[in-house]
C-alpha cells in the first residue's frame, strides 16, 4: 500500500520553529511531527510514503533517510513548483501512487496528530465498496469549520457545509483519507482543494463515507493547538503505554522524558511536559504544559508552563516563562527575566524582561 503526505508550505503560524526546521521536523512529543504519520501507515502496512512539498525537499529527504532504514519504509517526495491546494498534489505524484495493484492508498495533512486507526479504516472502506472514506471527528464548535454532514447508520456523505450559522452537525474533516487510484481521475493539474471541490462531487454520486475517529485529534500547525495537542497525546499513551511515561516523586501527571535528559533535585515537572534528548534540568525547576526540545539547559529554579523551548536554548536560573511563550533555536535567555507571550527568533539573548506577547526579532 502506498499514502501520501500533504506537507505544503513554510509553517509560518509555527514560527520561530519553522525557520530552523521544515514544520514536518519540528519535535512534537520528542520526535518529529511527521514520524509519527509514517510510523502509523508503516504499522497498517503501507510500504512507500510520498511526501507533497513546495519547501525545502532536500532537508526533508536527508532527514528521513536515516528513517527509512530504521522503519523500513521507502519514502519520496513529489515536489511543487507553485502551491497546488490539497488536491492538486495528488494529480502531481499521479505516478508514483498507481501501480497494478489497485489498492487504496491513503492521504493525511501533516498537521494533524491522532490515534490514526489506520487498520480499521481499511476495513471500513473495504466494507461499504464506495471510492472513497474520508476520517471526521467531533467537535464542540462546529462554526469554526466546514460540517460533514453524513448518515449514521452507513457513514455515507451527503454533503459539506462550511462555516455553518446554525447547527447541522458536530463532525468535521479530520485530514486522513483512504481513496481508490479512480479518484485521480478526477482531479486536474492546477491549484485545487480536495475538501471544496473533489469530496462534494464524489458525495453527490453517494460514493463518499465517513468514519468517526475514535480517540482524540488536533491540528497542531499553531502553538496554541500544539500544546493543546500534546496533553491529548500524552492522555492517549496512558491508557495505551504508560511505561513510557516518566515516574517518580517529583512527576505529575503525564510526562514523557527522553532517556538522556538529566533531571536534578527537587524539581516539580508536569502535568503535560516533554523533555527531549540531551537536555539538562538542574535543582529546583518548575515545568509544566511545556515541550522543551533536544539540547535545552534550564538552570536552578526557573519555572516554565505553557510554553516551547526551541533546540539547545537556554533559560536563566529564576527566569520565568509562560503564557505561549515560544523562544527558537539556540535562544538564552538571562537570569531573573520574566517572559509573558515572547515569541523570540533564534540565536537572540534575552536581557530584559518581555511583559506583553510580542515578537522579538
Given at each position: 500500500?502506498?499514502?501520501?503526505?500533504?506537507?505544503?508550505?513554510?509553517?509560518?503560524?509555527?514560527?520561530?520553529?519553522?525557520?530552523?526546521?521544515?514544520?514536518?521536523?519540528?519535535?512534537?512529543?520528542?520526535?518529529?511531527?511527521?514520524?509519527?504519520?509514517?510510523?502509523?501507515?508503516?504499522?497498517?502496512?503501507?510500504?512507500?510514503?510520498?511526501?507533497?512539498?513546495?519547501?525545502?525537499?532536500?532537508?526533508?529527504?536527508?532527514?528521513?533517510?536515516?528513517?527509512?532504514?530504521?522503519?523500513?519504509?521507502?519514502?519520496?517526495?513529489?515536489?511543487?513548483?507553485?502551491?497546488?491546494?490539497?488536491?492538486?498534489?495528488?494529480?502531481?505524484?499521479?505516478?508514483?501512487?498507481?501501480?497494478?495493484?489497485?489498492?487504496?492508498?491513503?492521504?493525511?495533512?501533516?498537521?494533524?496528530?491522532?490515534?490514526?486507526?489506520?487498520?480499521?479504516?481499511?476495513?471500513?472502506?473495504?466494507?461499504?465498496?464506495?471510492?472513497?472514506?474520508?476520517?471526521?471527528?467531533?467537535?464542540?464548535?462546529?462554526?469554526?469549520?466546514?460540517?460533514?454532514?453524513?448518515?449514521?447508520?452507513?457513514?455515507?456523505?451527503?454533503?459539506?457545509?462550511?462555516?455553518?450559522?446554525?447547527?447541522?452537525?458536530?463532525?468535521?474533516?479530520?485530514?486522513?483519507?483512504?481513496?481508490?487510484?479512480?479518484?485521480?481521475?478526477?482531479?486536474?493539474?492546477?491549484?485545487?482543494?480536495?475538501?471544496?471541490?473533489?469530496?462534494?462531487?464524489?458525495?453527490?454520486?453517494?460514493?463518499?463515507?465517513?468514519?468517526?475517529?475514535?480517540?482524540?485529534?488536533?491540528?497542531?500547525?499553531?502553538?496554541?493547538?500544539?500544546?493543546?495537542?500534546?496533553?491529548?497525546?500524552?492522555?492517549?499513551?496512558?491508557?495505551?503505554?504508560?511505561?513510557?511515561?516518566?515516574?517518580?516523586?517529583?512527576?505529575?501527571?503525564?510526562?514523557?522524558?527522553?532517556?538522556?535528559?538529566?533531571?536534578?533535585?527537587?524539581?516539580?515537572?508536569?502535568?503535560?511536559?516533554?523533555?527531549?534528548?540531551?537536555?539538562?534540568?538542574?535543582?529546583?525547576?518548575?515545568?509544566?504544559?511545556?515541550?522543551?526540545?533536544?539540547?535545552?539547559?534550564?538552570?536552578?529554579?526557573?519555572?516554565?508552563?505553557?510554553?516551547?523551548?526551541?533546540?539547545?536554548?537556554?533559560?536563566?536560573?529564576w527566569a520565568r516563562v509562560e503564557n505561549m511563550t515560544?523562544?527558537?533555536?539556540?535562544?538564552?535567555?538571562?537570569?531573573?527575566?520574566?517572559?509573558?507571550?515572547?515569541?523570540?527568533?533564534?540565536h537572540k539573548e534575552i536581557k530584559t524582561n518581555i511583559?506583553?506577547?510580542?515578537?522579538?526579532?
Amino acid at each position: 500500500m502506498k499514502a501520501l503526505i500533504l506537507v505544503g508550505g513554510f509553517g509560518t503560524r509555527l514560527r520561530p520553529l519553522t525557520l530552523s526546521v521544515p514544520k514536518p521536523l519540528v519535535d512534537f512529543a520528542n520526535k518529529p511531527m511527521i514520524l509519527h504519520q509514517i510510523e502509523a501507515l508503516k504499522a497498517a502496512g503501507v510500504t512507500e510514503v510520498v511526501l507533497a512539498i513546495n519547501y525545502q525537499p532536500e532537508v526533508m529527504l536527508n532527514f528521513l533517510k536515516d528513517f527509512e532504514a530504521k522503519i523500513g519504509i521507502k519514502i519520496s517526495c513529489s515536489q511543487e513548483t507553485e502551491p497546488l491546494g490539497t488536491a492538486g498534489p495528488l494529480a502531481l505524484a499521479r505516478e508514483k501512487l498507481i501501480d497494478d495493484s489497485g489498492e487504496p492508498f491513503f492521504v493525511l495533512n501533516s498537521d494533524v496528530i491522532s490515534e490514526y486507526p489506520l487498520n480499521e479504516m481499511i476495513e471500513f472502506h473495504k466494507s461499504h465498496g464506495g471510492e472513497a472514506s474520508i476520517m471526521v471527528t467531533k467537535v464542540d464548535e462546529p462554526s469554526k469549520y466546514g460540517v460533514v454532514v453524513m448518515e449514521e447508520t452507513t457513514g455515507q456523505v451527503e454533503k459539506f457545509v462550511e462555516k455553518p450559522k446554525l447547527f447541522v452537525g458536530n463532525k468535521i474533516n479530520a485530514g486522513i483519507y483512504l481513496l481508490n487510484p479512480s479518484v485521480l481521475d478526477r482531479i486536474e493539474l492546477r491549484p485545487t482543494s480536495i475538501e471544496k471541490e473533489i469530496f462534494p462531487k464524489i458525495a453527490a454520486e453517494k460514493k463518499l463515507y465517513a468514519m468517526v475517529l475514535p480517540g482524540f485529534w488536533m491540528d497542531i500547525g499553531q502553538p496554541r493547538d500544539y500544546i493543546t495537542g500534546l496533553r491529548l497525546y500524552l492522555d492517549s499513551l496512558r491508557k495505551k503505554s504508560s511505561s513510557k511515561l516518566a515516574s517518580g516523586s517529583n512527576i505529575v501527571g503525564n510526562v514523557i522524558v527522553d532517556e538522556t535528559a538529566k533531571i536534578g533535585e527537587g524539581c516539580l515537572i508536569g502535568p503535560d511536559v516533554a523533555i527531549g534528548p540531551g537536555c539538562i534540568v538542574e535543582p529546583g525547576v518548575r515545568l509544566s504544559r511545556c515541550t522543551v526540545m533536544r539540547g535545552v539547559r534550564i538552570k536552578k529554579h526557573a519555572c516554565i508552563s505553557s510554553s516551547i523551548i526551541g533546540w539547545h536554548s537556554t533559560v536563566g536560573q529564576w527566569a520565568r516563562v509562560e503564557n505561549m511563550t515560544i523562544l527558537g533555536e539556540d535562544v538564552h535567555v538571562c537570569d531573573e527575566i520574566y517572559s509573558n507571550g515572547g515569541v523570540v527568533l533564534p540565536h537572540k539573548e534575552i536581557k530584559t524582561n518581555i511583559l506583553k506577547p510580542e515578537i522579538v526579532m
